[in-house]
């Protein structure tokens, strides 16, 4: 191998990857399976911050801005096209009603062209959507603009995230987990101010500048590599040979470069067998592949632990929005006011990143118990909310600080529970289904949204046993169904999950995995000696 200091200088040191990883194409032996494309570590580096920033800009700043535009300019546009609030609603409506629809396409479509790809052209979506909406002449066309930036959110919310995740080091993930939950609450909060500032003018001004942040992050995801463990399950090695050598050029990191040699030969091993062609694989996209994509994280060795994760994020999704609901009740006055309330409740869910983010990487609790202790304490400040809160009298003084601490408590858990269930479903499912997952399970989860509003026609008594059996049934499952995934290398296949997996894999040509159960050396040794090429591809 080279020393260190010969690799000095990107396009050199590219030059003597892609030198050797050609001069071993003609090799081929046997060698275990290892997901060392995800597991690799660096140093974090210029681009590695590069794609941090863009990435929690798309799915922290830009998500919170098209989400919750509407709920701020209603009365403004209810004005400007002669309608009334509820008229406005439904244009809200129709835009969630998309992001559920759209989200198992938009995650299959990820998994199979790309997390960047999928990613930039979202963005773009989603900024030319809101300046439609801007300049809109009649009210359908700013229903038809907000129903299509539901599509837009739905391929950011998935590709945005999973990009980010399998962009940063094993030993950073939890971090850049907690920061794109945390650009999401400072979203809100200069939302607000930003409404405070521009809805006195006009609610088009606004509508502008909720373009701005996706322009931005995709300028500076030009020069940001594509996801590698993507690019290595896909079997395309030079691509994921040259993303690596590129972040480990920007992180001045010359011991991972020598490291990335021997790690890229030993993956070239597996990929290289089939002798496949790379640009064959670039180029074949459909929409049957995109399509079967959609059943994919449903396969029976996926299946329960897909239902189970399903389950976990309906239940945050419900149990978040009941809240909002109930701390409308217990507390009116000046929270009422909307910009007030959301800048109060995205400042309440800044510790719940900070305690998330410090509890999911301790030993003694990980992802698994993480989860299962701020849906308990969720549960838990239900019950307690239920107890103090007496609808028929004036609350004390004494009794208001309590149920005031009980909604924070209530709110910092659920968003813990929210961020958690935010990492632990991409760290289970494996790269081949990852961004479709993420996608079943918020189509999941938003749907089961839609009858929130519905139990808060329930009284109060019934709607927080609801809340709290809910929240009681996700830690179970938590705790039962679901795997600690702290310290675990990222799944690169579905083969992983069972028990005769394979020590020989190998990308088909439609860059799917495939394995030769236990397959012996004499058949390799045929394989070595035979010269036709026939033969060579039915062994």
């Given at each position: 191998f080279p020393r260190p200091t010969q690799l000095r200088g990107q396009k050199k040191t590219l030059k003597v990857v892609l030198f050797i990883l050609e001069m071993n194409?003609?090799?081929?032996?046997?060698?275990?399976?290892?997901?060392?494309?995800?597991?690799?570590?660096?140093?974090?580096?210029?681009?590695?911050?590069?794609?941090?920033i863009a990435l929690a800009v798309l799915c922290g700043v830009s998500q919170s801005w098209w989400l919750l535009l509407p709920s701020l300019s209603s009365q403004?546009?209810?004005?400007?096209?002669?309608?009334?609030?509820?008229?406005?609603?439904?244009?809200?409506?129709?835009?969630?009603?998309?992001?559920?629809?759209?989200?198992?396409?938009?995650?299959?479509?990820?998994?199979?062209?790309?997390?960047?790809?999928?990613?930039?052209k979202s963005a773009l979506l989603g900024a030319l959507c809101c300046l439609i909406e801007a300049l809109s002449l009649n009210f359908w066309m700013y229903c038809l603009a907000r129903a299509v930036l539901g599509v837009a959110i739905s391929g950011n919310s998935q590709a945005s995230l999973t990009y980010m995740l399998e962009l940063a080091p094993p030993s950073r993930r939890a971090l850049v987990n907690a920061w794109a939950q945390?650009?999401?609450?400072?979203?809100?909060?200069?939302?607000?101010?930003?409404?405070?500032?521009?809805?006195?003018?006009?609610?088009?001004?606004?509508?502008?500048?909720?373009?701005?942040?996706?322009?931005?992050?995709?300028?500076?995801?030009?020069?940001?590599?594509?996801?590698?463990?993507?690019?290595?399950?896909?079997?395309?090695?030079?691509?994921?040979?040259?993303?690596?050598?590129?972040?480990?050029?920007?992180?001045?990191?010359?011991?991972?470069?020598?490291r990335l040699v021997a790690v890229l030969l030993k993956a070239e091993e597996q990929s290289s067998i089939l002798k496949q062609n790379v640009d064959d694989i670039h180029y074949m996209r459909s929409i049957k592949k995109i399509l079967r994509g959609l059943i994919a994280p449903l396969r029976p060795s996926l299946m329960t632990k897909t239902l189970a994760l399903s389950f976990c994020w309906s239940a945050a999704c419900i149990v978040y929005y009941c809240l909002n609901y109930a701390a409308t009740e217990i507390m009116p006055g000046p929270l009422s006011d909307p910009l007030l309330a959301t800048v109060v409740l995205a400042f309440v869910e800044c510790p719940a990143y900070v305690i998330q983010r410090w509890l999911v990487d301790r030993p003694w609790s990980g992802r698994r118990g993480s989860q299962a202790f701020f849906f308990f304490v969720s549960a838990?400040?239900?019950?307690?909310?239920?107890?103090?809160?007496?609808?028929?009298?004036?609350?004390?003084?004494?009794?208001?600080?309590?149920?005031?601490?009980?909604?924070?408590?209530?709110?910092?858990?659920?968003?813990?529970?929210?961020?958690?269930?935010?990492?632990i479903t991409p760290e289970t499912l494996p790269t081949?289904?990852?961004?479709?997952?993420?996608?079943?399970?918020?189509?999941v989860s938003r749907t089961a949204a839609i009858f929130?509003?519905?139990?808060?026609?329930?009284?109060?008594?019934?709607?927080?046993?609801?809340?709290?059996?809910?929240?009681?049934?996700?830690?179970?499952?938590?705790l039962v169904v679901l795997e600690e995934t702290r310290d675990r290398p990222l799944q690169d296949t579905m083969l992983e999950d069972l028990p005769q997996a394979s020590s020989f894999v190998f990308p088909d040509g439609d860059g799917n995995i495939n394995a030769v159960p236990e397959a012996s050396t004499v058949v390799f040794n045929e394989f070595e000696s035979s010269d036709n090429l026939g033969q060579k591809q039915q062994l």
């Amino acid at each position: 191998f080279p020393r260190p200091t010969q690799l000095r200088g990107q396009k050199k040191t590219l030059k003597v990857v892609l030198f050797i990883l050609e001069m071993n194409r003609g090799r081929h032996q046997k060698v275990q399976y290892d997901p060392i494309i995800s597991e690799f570590e660096m140093k974090v580096g210029s681009l590695h911050w590069q794609g941090f920033i863009a990435l929690a800009v798309l799915c922290g700043v830009s998500q919170s801005w098209w989400l919750l535009l509407p709920s701020l300019s209603s009365q403004s546009v209810a004005s400007t096209f002669q309608k009334t609030e509820s008229d406005v609603s439904t244009a809200a409506s129709l835009m969630f009603l998309c992001f559920g629809l759209f989200s198992p396409l938009m995650g299959s479509w990820c998994d199979e062209s790309g997390r960047k790809t999928v990613a930039i052209k979202s963005a773009l979506l989603g900024a030319l959507c809101c300046l439609i909406e801007a300049l809109s002449l009649n009210f359908w066309m700013y229903c038809l603009a907000r129903a299509v930036l539901g599509v837009a959110i739905s391929g950011n919310s998935q590709a945005s995230l999973t990009y980010m995740l399998e962009l940063a080091p094993p030993s950073r993930r939890a971090l850049v987990n907690a920061w794109a939950q945390v650009a999401f609450s400072v979203g809100s909060v200069s939302l607000a101010i930003l409404a405070w500032l521009l809805l006195p003018y006009s609610w088009r001004y606004l509508s502008f500048a909720s373009a701005i942040p996706s322009l931005f992050a995709v300028l500076l995801l030009r020069h940001v590599p594509e996801s590698c463990p993507w690019l290595a399950q896909k079997g395309r090695m030079h691509e994921t040979a040259t993303g690596l050598t590129k972040l480990a050029q920007a992180a001045n990191d010359h011991e991972a470069l020598v490291r990335l040699v021997a790690v890229l030969l030993k993956a070239e091993e597996q990929s290289s067998i089939l002798k496949q062609n790379v640009d064959d694989i670039h180029y074949m996209r459909s929409i049957k592949k995109i399509l079967r994509g959609l059943i994919a994280p449903l396969r029976p060795s996926l299946m329960t632990k897909t239902l189970a994760l399903s389950f976990c994020w309906s239940a945050a999704c419900i149990v978040y929005y009941c809240l909002n609901y109930a701390a409308t009740e217990i507390m009116p006055g000046p929270l009422s006011d909307p910009l007030l309330a959301t800048v109060v409740l995205a400042f309440v869910e800044c510790p719940a990143y900070v305690i998330q983010r410090w509890l999911v990487d301790r030993p003694w609790s990980g992802r698994r118990g993480s989860q299962a202790f701020f849906f308990f304490v969720s549960a838990a400040s239900h019950i307690c909310l239920q107890l103090f809160n007496d609808p028929n009298s004036v609350p004390s003084p004494q009794r208001l600080i309590g149920l005031l601490f009980l909604v924070i408590t209530a709110r910092i858990a659920i968003c813990g529970a929210f961020a958690t269930v935010w990492i632990i479903t991409p760290e289970t499912l494996p790269t081949q289904v990852r961004s479709a997952g993420l996608g079943f399970c918020n189509f999941v989860s938003r749907t089961a949204a839609i009858f929130v509003p519905y139990l808060a026609l329930l009284p109060p008594l019934l709607e927080n046993i609801v809340a709290a059996s809910i929240a009681s049934l996700a830690v179970v499952l938590t705790l039962v169904v679901l795997e600690e995934t702290r310290d675990r290398p990222l799944q690169d296949t579905m083969l992983e999950d069972l028990p005769q997996a394979s020590s020989f894999v190998f990308p088909d040509g439609d860059g799917n995995i495939n394995a030769v159960p236990e397959a012996s050396t004499v058949v390799f040794n045929e394989f070595e000696s035979s010269d036709n090429l026939g033969q060579k591809q039915q062994l």
